[in-house]
């Protein structure tokens, strides 16, 4: 059973890449459901997390304030790199586990799908058999982004910068996903990639 990393910048198709595994029969684990997860129930990363960056990152019910907790990090280096080294080994834990009980599993998948968007930044990668870069072309990765979370220009430039660039990642990547057609276009890769790398039939 082929481990395969799916990691892509913000706004570049990533999780409409990771649906698509999911309807050729992809087990998927979503490292942003796992990391939701971790500051759900995991009480010692949440007492850490209130450690270190204040008591009004949580609610009147003790769950974590996801959106208050980013704009605590966002544009701080030292501040995202705390953040990191307490969840990401706990994070990482789980996906591994869970890596473990699929493999494990009665009726096994065709393949298991790591989603990530840190999964190079983290040291996820280490743990797959190979990697799928999605890239999108800048201008069209601004414009979504603008539009999913309706933003300005300048603030979708910024959040696109603050991630790895696809240059760097590219290093580490088997596959490239170019997600600058239609979805159409963005399929046919797709099936062409699990053809290959998870039957087995080449492309």
């Known amino acids: 059973m082929k481990v395969i990393g799916l990691t ?7 999780s409409t890449v990771s649906s698509m595994l999911k309807q050729l029969g992809a087990y998927i684990i979503d490292a942003d ?3 939701r997860e ?8 949440v007492n850490r997390l209130v450690k ?4 009004d990152i949580i609610d009147g019910e003790g769950n974590v304030i996801r ?6 990090v966002f544009g701080n280096a030292e501040a995202l790199k ?4 307490i969840t990401h080994p706990v994070i990482i834990d789980r996906i591994i586990s869970e890596i473990d009980n699929i493999k494990k599993a009665t009726h096994p998948f065709p393949a298991i799908i790591v989603d990530a968007a840190l999964l190079i930044e983290c040291g996820l990668y280490k743990y797959v058999d190979r990697i799928w870069l ?5 201008n069209q990765q601004i414009k979504r982004l603008m539009v999913r979370d309706n933003i300005s220009r300048e603030q ?3 959040r696109i910068n603050s991630q790895m660039p696809d240059e760097e990642k590219e290093r580490f990547a088997h596959r490239i996903i170019n997600n600058n057609g239609d979805l159409s276009n963005l399929r046919r890769q797709v099936q062409n990639l699990w053809r290959a790398d998870v039957l087995g039939g080449g492309i």
């Not at 892509?8 to 990533?14: D, P, T, V």
């Not at 971790?38 to 990363?45: A, G, H, L, M, N």
């Not at 959106?67 to 605590?72: F, H, N, P, Q």
Request: proline share 2%; hydrophobic share 40%.
């Open 8 to 14: 892509g910048g913000i706004a570049s198709g990533k």
């Open 33 to 35: 459901v796992i990391a």
């Open 38 to 45: 971790v500051y759900e129930d995991d009480r010692r990363v």
């Open 52 to 55: 270190t960056f204040g008591p």
């Open 67 to 72: 959106s208050k907790l980013a704009e605590r």
């Open 82 to 85: 705390v953040l990191n080294y």
């Open 134 to 138: 999605v890239k999108t072309d800048r």
């Open 156 to 158: 979708a430039i910024n």
